[in-house]
Each structure stands twice: as C-alpha cells, then as structure tokens.
C-alpha cells in the first residue's frame, strides 16, 4: 500500500558514469536527515566513448534499476523526486531517446545538468562550508568530476575567475587506455599529459589554498582517514603525496585488491587523484582542504526541502557570472563608467517592465552580463560584424551560465550592432517560440538602454524609470549635450514598442 507523499521528503536519484544512486531525505526540526542510500554499479561512460551511444543492454539495466527504486519512494511517502544526470547523458548521442525510454518505462523526467550549472551547484556547498568553518584567503576550488574538470578562483567574497578542462576522471583513463602500465615511467606520461592541460591555466597564480571536491573525492578521503561527511577538512600535504606515491605505479588490477574496490573504481579512483596531485603541485602551496560532502544530489536535496534554497542558489549563480564576466572583460579594455549606465539602465527597465515582460532573474543576469560586454571597445563596436560578435560570446565559458544561457547573451549583446536580424542566425532558428519571444524581448530594452551609453562617455547620470498609462519613462541628468543619445533612443523607441506595446519616453534634465 503506498504511503501518502509528504513534501517533507525527498528523493534525488542521480545517473552517473559508473553507476546510479538515489537518496531518500526528509526535513524535521529544520535539518535534513537521509532516510536511505542506495547506489547501483552500471559502466555507462565506456559505451558513450566507445560508440558514442548508450547501449540497449545499458539502457534496459538503467531502466531496471530505476524501477527498483519506486518502491522505497512510494514506501517513505516521497513527494518530491528529481532526476539528474551530467557528462555521461551530455555526450551520449542517444540521450534524448534514453530519456523518453524513462519517461515512458519510469514516469520519471530527466534533467540533465548543464556542466557550468553542475560545477555552480558543488562550488556553492563548498563555499558555505568555507564560511562556516572561517578559512579566509584567495582560494581555488577544484572540483573534478568523471567528464571535466572546474577551477575557480574565490577571494573570500565572491568567485573572481572560472575556468574548465573538457576531461575527467573517467575520461583520461579512457582515453589513455592504450597506454601499458607496465610502460617504463607510466606515471610520468601521465603526469605530464595532465600538467599539459592545466599548465596553461592562469588561476593557480598567487592562491593561498586549494580546496578539492568531485566525484572521487569520498572515496579518496577514507584513504586518508578523513570522514566522508566532512563538510570542510584539511589534508595533510605528507599525507596525500604518500598516498600518491604508494599507487601511481599500481596497475587497477592491484588496486582493486589493495583496498578491496571494484576494479573499474579503482581505475577512476586512480585517474582523480594524479589530477588533484597535478592541481596542488601546480599551485606550489602545501595548504589543502577537501570537501567530500559538497556533492550535486545534496544541493538538490537542500533545494527541494527549502525552496528558498533555490533562489540563494540562482542569486549566488547571477552574482558570480558578473564578477567573472566583469574580470574577463577586462582583457578587451572594459570600461565600468561606460557599463554603468547600460547596465544601471537595463535593470531598471527590466524591473518597470517585469509585469509585462514576465521574466525571471536568471533573464535579468543577461542584460546585465550583455551590458558588461558591450562595454568593451576591443569587443563590441562597428568594426566588428554581429554575427562575429555573436560567435565569439556563445563560446565564452561564463560561471554557472548554461550553454542556452551562454546563447541569448550572445543574441542581446550582438544586437548592440545595427539592427541584426537574428533569423539570418541557425542557432535562433533552433530555439523554441518562448525562447525567441525571451531573446526579441531582452534584445528591445537592451538597445533602448544602450542609446544611453552609445558615446562611451558616460554623459548621464540618475537615471529613474517609471511606467504609467503605456508610457516607460527614463530620466536622467546631464552635464553636456546629449544629441547622440536622444537620437539613438528614438531609433531603437519603434522596435521597444513593437515588441511591448509601450511607448518609451525620455527626459533629460540639464545641469
């Protein structure tokens, strides 16, 4: 007999490269407490690097495993489950054929998490446990999970830089497979080939520790005597290198029976820790920290039984994209006068409008990263074609920013050049009707505010924006004339109008 659902419990149930794990959480007194783990081996990763697929054997056995776990959620009276999954499902060729095999079989919708937005979720955990635990400094956060590898930078404030590695744990010992252990100095290839990777990363400069999380991390950790649970925990620099030194040359095969692990694991296990290795010993400081309980499934779980949760979460997201964006733009001579007034004037446009625009704060994070880049001349100006802008942002690797994210920023900030009619663009033809309605309504206010910036000499200041009876109206303050800017706003006022059906209205008040 199935028990009521509660939305006091929850079930997160994760698909990874190596196996399928589910947790079962409720919340009682204000804390969450895990009711049940459970955790199935399945080798998905070495069917998608080999054919590019998820083999019908794997699938049915993923279905199978799925279908074991409704009984504990109908049992503990679960009422809210998600479903996620990260790189494995990404490069699967097959994943959108997989996924309706689940919805059809399971009656269960599969997420599959944007890699920023997965790296954002574990980074998050890790900084709240640096707060708690007041480890203060420049610090890098390393997460390395099974198909890529996240570094940021943190400054005890916010996160200042990101950067990631398209390879994992699981990825390098796939792809170095042909590699024979008993190879004289296997290791040292190893080492070398991971160092030619992060080498040419700049974030390892002048940080004070590192601090490591992933998928392998657990496991790692009981090697070295550090409790799983731990939310923050220092390792002992000895400690990790005598570790590395004892199995760097160990075969899976002796691996697996030295600490008693299946043999596949230990080969993932092996991969991991040379990358964490090649990450301290390029950052040449011996103060390291791991965080083995940072993990996605308990971000998720914390969102689901505090939904609050989730709107900390997105604000971390937003202000963490900006800063970095903000430090990236540096390199193509951002200017922040020139961004102020673009970006003072899009938030507030997209605040007067929200009741009709109906977008979230996630649309309104890409006007303001849009204004960040349209600040920089090297960047976005007339020498430059739309579509060279365009190509250029959607490849940008922005904090927690999803590719679809990474993609309508790119439409925004490309509109800043002439009227460019985005159906010329594949990638707009590939979205959605709601999808091109969010870009055509962020793209109108993003060019009524930038016709107050278009000098780059920050002629304007106070703006105040105010909506009534149809009208939007912006008033502002100037010192100098501002012919270029009344010009600019009546030319991008018709394509406002057209799209909100309100009538923008400007007004300057000399000084």
């Not at 002048?206 to 390792?235: F, M, N, Y």
């Not at 990790?240 to 095969?253: A, G, R, T, V, W």
């Not at 009709?356 to 920089?376: M, P, T």
Request: aromatic content about 8%; charged content about 25%; hydrophobic content about 40%.
């Amino acid at each position: 007999m199935n028990k009521k659902k509660s939305p006091n419990r929850s079930a997160v149930i994760d698909i990874s490269s190596n196996y399928v794990g589910m947790t079962i959480s409720q919340i009682q007194k204000n804390e969450i407490s895990v009711l049940e783990s459970l955790q199935y081996p399945i080798s998905l990763i070495h069917d998608v690097y080999d054919t590019g697929n998820i083999s019908f054997e794997n699938m049915r056995a993923l279905l199978d495993i799925l279908t074991k776990f409704s009984e504990p959620i109908d049992m503990y009276g679960v009422g809210k489950v998600r479903l996620i999954s990260y790189s494995v499902m990404r490069e699967a060729k097959n994943s959108a054929f997989v996924s309706d095999q689940i919805r059809v079989q399971n009656n269960l919708s599969l997420e599959v998490l944007d890699t920023n937005r997965e790296k954002a979720y574990v980074f998050n955990e890790v900084i709240e446990a640096l707060k708690k635990a007041a480890v203060k400094g420049k610090t890098l956060l390393a997460f390395v999970g099974n198909g890529s590898i996240g570094l940021v930078v943190y400054d005890g404030e916010q996160i200042i830089q990101s950067q990631e590695v398209h390879i994992g744990a699981s990825k390098l010992y796939d792809m170095l497979s042909g590699l024979k252990r008993d190879e004289e100095k296997y290791f040292m290839i190893v080492e070398e080939f991971v160092n030619s990777l992060l080498s040419a990363l700049s974030l390892c400069d002048d940080v004070e520790q590192v601090v490591l999380s992933g998928t392998r991390l657990p496991e790692i950790c009981e090697l070295l005597e550090i409790s799983k649970a731990s939310a923050i925990a220092e390792i002992d620099f000895a400690k990790i290198k005598e570790l590395y030194d004892s199995i760097k040359n160990k075969s899976p095969q002796n691996l697996s029976v030295k600490f008693d692990i299946h043999e596949e694991d230990a080969s993932v296990l092996h991969s991991a820790l040379f990358i964490y290795m090649c990450i301290i010993n390029l950052c040449k400081i011996k103060t390291v920290y791991a965080s083995p309980s940072s993990t996605i499934p308990d971000a998720i779980t914390k969102q689901l039984l505090f939904p609050k949760e989730k709107s900390n979460f997105m604000d971390f997201v937003r202000s963490s994209a900006i800063s970095c964006a903000k430090r990236m733009a540096e390199k193509f001579g951002y200017n922040p006068d020139n961004s102020g007034i673009v970006y003072d004037a899009a938030s507030k446009v997209f605040d007067s409008m929200r009741k009709i625009h109906g977008l979230d704060k996630s649309n309104k994070a890409i006007l303001e990263i849009a204004s960040i880049l349209y600040a920089c001349p090297a960047l976005c100006n007339l020498e430059k074609t739309p579509a060279a802008i365009f190509d250029f942002i959607k490849n940008i690797d922005a904090f927690g920013m999803t590719k679809a994210e990474m993609l309508k920023i790119a439409f925004v900030a490309s509109s800043s050049i002439g009227y460019y009619p985005f159906e010329q663009i594949p990638e707009y033809r590939g979205l959605s009707q709601m999808e091109q309605l969010t870009v055509t309504k962020l793209a109108a206010i993003f060019r009524l505010s930038i016709s107050l910036g278009l000098s780059r000499q920050r002629k304007l200041g106070n703006i105040k924006v105010s909506l009534k009876n149809n009208t939007l109206t912006l008033r502002a303050t100037a010192k100098s004339s501002t012919g270029l800017e009344k010009w600019a706003f009546a030319e991008h006022s018709d394509f406002f109008k057209a799209v909100f059906g309100v009538s923008p209205e400007l007004v300057i008040n000399n000084i």
